[in-house]
């Protein structure tokens, strides 16, 4: 019988008790380089030798194919391989997610995975107050007096920002349930709605003559940040009289309850 079939033979019967396809290919690869050294390493010591003989010889030194079909199958069980597939599904799946999540792909602001608005968040807040509701947690994630003040006609107004996220990322956050019931308190307990937009306006000159206009929330809220988990919304306000330290209150009235989040407003921003 031909040498080769022989080896094929031999490589055939000592994995077939390897029951899961990927590791039974796996492993009579490996064997098979390995015979394949095995002779290569004969012929360098035995220059005489060649090639049929070598594979021969080689295969003898790899024992009984019986007895290492029962130590690999008793090593390699179908549901450790069965494990390692579904990890490597899993892990393709996350990666997928993610490079969605990281495309963001903006199409409309419940469409897209991630953007952002032309509304800025000028200042960050580390560990804001937070509540649950539901299903969601709020959070406030931003607090600044924004100082207008290189703007004639221009007024400053208080910027609160609000993140409301859930770990239920395919039931996204509705824009319209947390703006519905959204309103603002300002230091002096004035009760600002949140339910429309005060615009204001105002001219920057160019040059003599020239000019273009500026509008800007006065009291009102806007979305600005959108990730697959959390939505983050600006709210505005006045700012009359602002001293540093004082609080602006979020209040959220919903069927499943209502929440108050406040926040000391620390830091004046200046607009350019």
Request: proline share 6%; aromatic share 10%; charged share 30%.
């Amino acid at each position: 019988m031909d040498e080769r079939r022989t080896a094929a033979q031999w490589l055939d019967t000592a994995v077939s008790g390897v029951r899961f396809g990927p590791d039974r290919d796996r492993v009579r690869r490996e064997l098979e380089e390995h015979l394949e050294d095995k002779a290569a390493d004969l012929q360098r010591i035995f220059p005489g030798m060649d090639a049929l003989e070598a594979q021969d010889r080689a295969l003898a030194g790899m024992g009984d194919p019986e007895e290492l079909k029962t130590e690999l199958a008793r090593v390699h069980k179908p549901w450790w391989g069965r494990l390692w597939m579904a990890s490597r599904w899993a892990v393709s799946l996350m990666l997928l997610v993610m490079s969605l999540v990281g495309l963001g792909v903006r199409t409309g602001y419940d469409n897209s995975l991630r953007g952002r608005t032309g509304t800025e968040i000028y200042h960050r807040v580390q560990d804001g107050e937070k509540a649950r509701l539901g299903q969601y947690t709020f959070q406030i994630t931003g607090a600044a007096c924004l100082d207008r003040s290189a703007h004639p006609g221009a007024e400053d107004t208080f910027q609160v920002v609000l993140r409301a996220s859930s770990p239920k990322f395919w039931e996204r956050v509705s824009i319209e349930a947390v703006l519905e019931g959204l309103a603002a308190v300002g230091p002096d307990g004035t009760r600002y709605p949140l339910g429309g937009e005060e615009i204001k306006r105002y001219t920057v000159t160019d040059s003599p003559g020239y000019g273009h206009p500026v509008t800007y929330i006065y009291t009102g809220r806007s979305l600005c940040e959108w990730e697959l988990w959390y939505r983050e919304f600006a709210v505005f306000l006045p700012a009359e009289d602002w001293e540093p330290g004082d609080r602006v209150t979020l209040e959220l009235d919903s069927p499943a309850g209502r929440i108050a989040l406040s926040a000391p407003v620390t830091e004046r921003v200046m607009i350019p």
